[in-house]
């Protein structure tokens, strides 16, 4: 059953918990994220990031799309159908025309005004579609430039400008940057909580955290106490599923199966973990009062 972000993260926020948003690149695997999302009974913000690594089965995006589309529809928990780190506002466009009830416009390497101006223009946009809107103040950056040293004072969010952004935008859930950083990074000082803190003070729109894989879990449990209201988690799901999907090449249907079902097993419990640490473990019920009661 599809939602959108905000009627998910309202629910999540009143009752301080975190949805676990992972990013889907093939069919098969967002079937695999649904599946380990229905099995907890927990709602889902099932993501995708138009990026040229994704590897869609039928080599073709848009007729799988539609496909994960459909299953979201179909699911029986909560599902937001989310387009994950948008550069700009054509893409946000083409992915909107696709069905998708939610999208994150990512202009955080931006000037703030530059960053405010397409964001306003993306949440116009997004009105007409009744597509929730995330955004990004600070940046979360890419690991990789990380590995010696952690990020720059300068990438994370400023405090000062959380209250005119959020304003002046009207977002449904904005990004923050206090300390992760995508991909392959070990956060090896810690989250900056005082940030944290200082910027849930200032601002009631629910709050995102970027690249928390490979972040220890008493440290995102800790941030979800303060008001992180969904948890971004890409490169610890894909690393285990890849591994062990390569560790078997089916060579008959059975073994297809067999594949799928490992894959399944491998992902589960480290998806399971993300929702312990979230809370959102069980949550699908909150949903059953609404209007669209699953
Ligand atoms: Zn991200």
Do not use: W
């Amino acid at each position: 059953m599809l939602f959108t972000l905000s009627e998910i993260l309202t629910v999540a926020q009143k009752n301080k918990y975190a949805v676990v948003a992972p990013d889907f690149f093939s069919l098969a695997f967002a079937q695999v994220l649904l599946n380990c999302a229905e099995e907890n009974r927990a709602p889902i913000i099932l993501s995708y990031c138009d990026n040229k690594t994704n590897t869609f089965e039928l080599n073709d995006e848009v007729k799988c799309i539609q496909l994960v589309r459909e299953l979201s529809v179909s699911a029986q928990i909560p599902v937001v159908f989310h387009l994950d780190h948008a550069p700009s506002i054509e893409v946000i466009h083409k992915y909107l025309d696709l069905g998708f009830n939610s999208v994150m416009i990512d202009a955080s390497s931006r000037p703030m005004d530059e960053n405010i101006e397409i964001t306003q223009k993306v949440v116009e946009l997004a009105k007409k579609y009744n597509a929730s809107v995330e955004a990004e103040l600070g940046h979360v950056g890419n690991g990789s430039d990380y590995l010696v040293k952690d990020p720059s004072e300068a990438d994370l969010t400023n405090v000062d400008q959380v209250c005119e952004f959020t304003s002046q935008t009207n977002v449904d859930a904005l990004a923050i940057s206090i300390g992760t950083q995508h991909g392959f990074y070990r956060n090896t000082s810690g989250l900056h909580f005082d940030l944290l803190e200082r910027i849930a003070q200032s601002t009631t729109v629910p709050l995102v955290l970027h690249g928390t894989s490979g972040t220890e879990h008493e440290q995102i449990k800790k941030a979800v106490s303060l008001g992180i209201c969904k948890l971004n988690v890409f490169t610890d799901l894909f690393t285990m599923y890849e591994k062990t999907a390569n560790a078997i090449l089916p060579t008959n249907l059975e073994q297809v199966f067999n594949q799928k079902l490992a894959c399944l097993n491998a992902v589960k419990d480290i998806y399971s973990s993300f929702l312990k640490t979230g809370g959102s473990l069980g949550k699908s019920s909150d949903f059953l009062c609404s209007d669209k009661s699953i």
